[in-house]
């Protein structure tokens, strides 16, 4: 919010305008935490944006899911959206969401698109798999069936 | 000064203990106290009279309802305690009721009917530890998805859970 305050001034980039209603908007900024409940609604609400459209995952929380590594937390969204550009940070300071929409700009600018038809050819899920490696390990050794060699795990 | 109110405090907490005894003929309550804090234990059977009783005793609010689990606690009987800590707005003494539930018969009576906070209170603890309370008003999950087939906070639920978080299909640029 502070970005779009006076000190770090947003708007000199063009990008100041915020709006309520997806269906008017370019760009979706993911600030925060998204818990399971939620992503259907983040989901639904991409959907609803018309294109061209982009999409910035803002915080540690939103690109890997941070601190938060829980039952409830969505551990990223990329998991399960096109995300163009990742800010990281807990929290992110102004400097570096502005730096975020200027590269976003950039990238915008020398990939580009005019009328969204190339984003038509990205088919594949861009972000990592939606199951974890170690989900995938407990629901094996539920069912029973365990490895050999247990890989060096530094975290348990 | 000091002295003077923890004396009061005492005689406050006999004469309590003298009152609720005339209340409750025939229901053994274990009194504790630990730190400052007094606990009561009251059987699961007689719940709603012990909870009735603590309210006509002065204690009108519900400050807080909550679970234990103990399953990995050791040298205990039980599996679940019911934990419910009471406050007496008048006089600001406050006190612990606990029961303790064992499976497979998770159930107890609602305490909506002495105190209305326990309405949300309750639905989280069953949404958390899967104990059910008779004679709810609204009784469903608060926090968690209504489809949530898992109770999280007991503690043979894992914290970063069995796979529910993403299971969400997954959106492409192109379908967009």
């Known amino acids: ?156 | 000064m000091a002295n003077e109110t923890t004396d009061s405090n005492t005689s406050d907490m006999e004469s309590l203990k003298s009152r609720l005894a005339d209340l409750l003929p025939g229901i053994a309550l274990e009194w504790s106290e630990f730190r400052g804090q007094t606990r009561v234990v009251c059987p699961a059977g007689e719940l709603l009279k012990c909870l009735n009783a603590f309210k006509q005793s002065g204690f009108d609010q519900l400050t807080d309802l909550t679970a234990v689990d103990l399953l990995e606690y050791g040298n205990v009987n039980d599996r679940f305690e019911v934990v419910y800590c009471l406050l007496s707005i008048d006089s600001g003494m406050r006190l612990i009721a606990k029961t303790y539930l064992n499976e497979p018969d998770l159930t107890i009576p609602s305490a909506t009917s002495v105190w209305f906070g326990a309405d949300w209170l309750e639905r989280e603890v069953y949404d958390m530890y899967g104990i059910i309370f008779a004679g709810h008003p609204n009784f469903k999950r608060l926090l968690l998805p209504d489809d949530f087939q898992s109770f999280p906070l007991r503690k043979d639920y894992p914290v970063k859970g069995r796979g529910e978080r993403h299971n969400f299909p997954v959106i492409t640029r192109a379908e967009s």
């Not at chain 1, 969204?77 to 570096?96: A, L």
Request: glycine letters at 8%; charged letters at 25%; hydrophobic letters at 35%.
């Open chain 1, 1 to 156: 919010m502070s970005t779009a305050a006076s000190k770090h001034d947003l708007s000199r980039f063009g990008s100041e305008v915020m709006r309520f209603s997806p269906r008017q908007c370019d760009l979706m900024i993911v600030a925060g935490r998204v818990v399971m409940k939620m992503l259907p609604v983040l989901q639904r609400i991409w959907l609803q944006m018309p294109e061209p459209k982009w999409c910035i995952s803002m915080g540690a929380c939103a690109c890997t899911g941070g601190v938060f590594d829980t039952y409830s937390v969505v551990q990223g969204i990329d998991r399960f959206m096109p995300v163009d550009v990742y800010v990281p940070g807990c929290p992110p300071r102004p400097e570096q969401l502005i730096r975020s929409i200027i590269d976003l700009q950039e990238k915008i600018q020398s990939g580009g698109t005019i009328n969204a038809r190339e984003f038509k050819l990205r088919i594949l899920p861009e972000g990592p798999s939606r199951f974890d490696e170690d989900e995938l390990i407990r629901i094996r050794e539920r069912n029973g069936f365990k490895l050999e060699d247990q890989k060096y795990d530094p975290v348990h």
